[in-house]
């Protein structure tokens, strides 16, 4: 089983929709959790971390629930430019471990 | 954005030849990380490094090795390169207090034929 698992997608959405991406992380000891976003042939760029009582950046809602070992993503009125591949990344240890654990990564195709 | 560059930026090679990556960044900070990105894997870590010359494996290090002998630049080796090692590679760097959060260099483009 991988330690991060991500639906591959693509999810394609309307410009405006809402759209929602899960993740699931296997080691219950996990720390820190992550939305990273990565256009197509650039770098990953950090979007979001995720806090226990979930935050909220703009169009952009992250949560996480422990007890079931998930985390999510929900972005509102999509824009076009929302369109990349969504990487959930895990830290597997306590503050400063510095190894981060990624998925595979969500693709986001946001259409007219 | 970070200052982090990495060169080359493409390069093809051929199998048993060596490689050497570099990543150079310009704020100082102490972590660096390379990483290989392939279909179907995601991002998994190949060495890090936590301080001038002091280094250690990652998730995916056979076939690696690197160096750093300054802050600014992490070297990555790949001592005979083979097909396998054909991928995206990315460095990292993260400050002390923020080891979480890493920023990525635009990555390099390896093909070995």
């Known amino acids: 089983r991988k330690e991060v698992e991500q639906d591959p997608g693509p999810f394609n959405v309307p410009e405006g929709a809402t759209v929602a991406f899960n993740c699931t992380y296997s080691?219950?000891?996990?720390?820190?959790f992550f939305w990273y976003r990565q256009d197509c042939r650039k770098e990953p760029k950090l979007l979001m971390s995720?806090?226990?009582s979930g935050n909220e950046d703009g169009r952009f809602t992250a949560q996480l629930n422990r007890a079931s070992q998930y985390i999510s993503l929900l972005i509102r009125d999509s824009k076009l430019s929302d369109s990349a591949t969504y990487l959930c990344?895990?830290?597997?240890?306590?503050?400063?471990?510095?190894?981060?654990?990624f998925g595979t990564g969500t693709q986001l195709k946001v259409e007219l | 954005d970070a200052g982090i560059t990495q060169s080359p930026r493409h390069k093809v090679t051929e199998t048993g030849t060596p490689v050497t990556l570099r990543c150079h960044q310009t704020?100082?900070?102490?972590?660096m990380y390379w990483y290989r990105q392939d279909p179907g894997h995601g991002l998994r870590l190949i060495h890090y490094?936590?301080?001038?010359?002091?280094?250690d494996k990652g998730e995916v290090s056979d076939g690696y090795s690197v160096s750093r002998s300054k802050t600014e630049d992490f070297l990555l080796t790949l001592e005979s390169a083979t097909s396998s090692q054909t991928s995206v590679y990315f460095c990292?760097?993260?400050?002390?207090?923020?080891?979480?959060?890493?920023?990525f260099g635009p990555g390099t483009r390896l093909l070995v034929l």
């Open positions: 990292a760097i993260s400050a002390p207090g923020q080891g979480e959060t890493q920023y």
């Open positions: 080691n219950s000891a996990s720390q820190s």
């Open positions: 995720v806090y226990s």
């Open positions: 990344v895990v830290t597997p240890y306590g503050g400063g471990g510095n190894k981060l654990t």
């Open positions: 704020e100082n900070h102490r972590y």
């Open positions: 490094s936590y301080g001038v010359k002091d280094t």
